[in-house]
């Protein structure tokens, strides 16, 4: 499976950008999808992840209430709406994709065999 991050940019502090992971290959209804980042000098984190059955949604607590990760199975899209957006979160941002990852280790990237190739995101203060 291929996966291709999109929708990086340039925004000011406040405002919202949306990302958007294609999926090749596959459908993405039996696959689930998480979005991690990382910033320069730092490890990867989690951000979000939608799972593959029940739609069951998590989300790191440092965007929680800010950024909403929701599916398309029609165009085998998962998007990253970012809501009032802070300097913190400027990171280059990475969808990832696992037909086997479980809850438990849902934030772990070595959790996710497939990663696309990210994009970057930039929020000016």
């Known amino acids: 499976v291929q996966l291709q991050a999109s929708g990086g940019g340039l925004v000011q502090a406040g405002g919202s950008l949306r990302l958007s992971c294609v999926a090749s290959g596959r459908t993405v209804s039996w696959y689930t999808v998480a979005w991690f980042r990382q910033s320069p000098g730092k490890e990867r984190e989690f951000v979000a992840v939608?799972?593959?059955?029940?739609?069951?949604?998590f989300y790191a607590d440092s965007v929680k209430g800010r950024f909403i990760i929701s599916r398309d199975r029609a165009k085998k899209m998962v998007d990253l709406q970012m809501n009032s957006l802070k300097p913190e979160d400027t990171a280059i941002y990475y969808c990832?994709?696992?037909?086997?990852?479980?809850?438990?280790?849902?934030?772990?990237?070595?959790?996710?065999?497939?990663w696309g190739q990210g994009t970057q995101v930039t929020v000016s203060s």
């Open positions: 939608d799972f593959r059955s029940g739609g069951n949604k």
């Open positions: 990832a994709g696992s037909e086997s990852v479980i809850s438990s280790t849902r934030t772990t990237p070595s959790a996710y065999g497939d």
